[in-house]
C-alpha cells in the first residue's frame, strides 16, 4: 500500500492492475482518455471526499477495459446537481469512448466508481 500526500492530504490507496502488458495494445487516444478520466477521479477524492483510502482496480482484457474506484469518503448524493466540471468531463469522456458509468454513493458512505470501456 502507498500514500499520495496532497497538501495537508494523506490518500492512503491500494493499485491493483490487471493485465498491465496488454496497455501497449491499447489504442493511443483511448489510453489518453482513461488516463484522463482516471486522474479526474483522483483529483474529485483529494480535493471532495475527503477519504483517507481509495481502492484502484484497472483490469484491462482482449476487449475491454475495466475500471473500478472505491474511497471511504464522505459520499454525496448522486441524484443532486453538482455544479463543478469534473463528474461532467468524466462522463463525458466516458460517453466519448462509448463506455458506461456507474457511481454509487451516498452521504457518509463514501462512493464507488465503475466504468467499462469496450476496445
Not at 15 to 24: D, G, K, P
Not at 26 to 31: A, L, S
Not at 49 to 77: H, M, P
Request: glycine share 6%; proline share 1%; charged share 25%.
Amino acid at each position: 500500500m502507498a500514500a499520495i500526500l496532497f497538501a495537508p492530504v494523506q490518500l492512503k490507496y491500494n493499485l491493483n492492475i490487471i493485465n498491465e502488458s496488454m496497455w501497449n495494445n491499447v489504442n493511443e487516444v483511448i489510453q489518453k482518455h482513461v488516463f484522463l478520466i482516471y486522474k479526474e477521479i483522483l483529483v474529485n477524492i483529494i480535493r471532495h471526499a475527503k477519504a483517507s483510502f481509495v481502492l484502484i482496480d484497472i483490469e484491462i482484457q482482449k476487449n475491454r477495459i475495466t475500471l473500478l474506484i472505491k474511497d471511504n469518503g464522505v459520499g454525496f448524493d448522486t441524484t443532486e446537481k453538482k455544479k463543478g466540471y469534473g463528474l461532467h468531463s468524466i462522463r463525458r469522456r466516458v460517453e466519448r469512448l462509448q463506455g458506461s458509468i456507474s457511481i454509487i454513493s451516498s452521504k457518509n458512505r463514501g462512493c464507488n466508481i465503475s466504468i467499462l470501456i469496450d476496445l
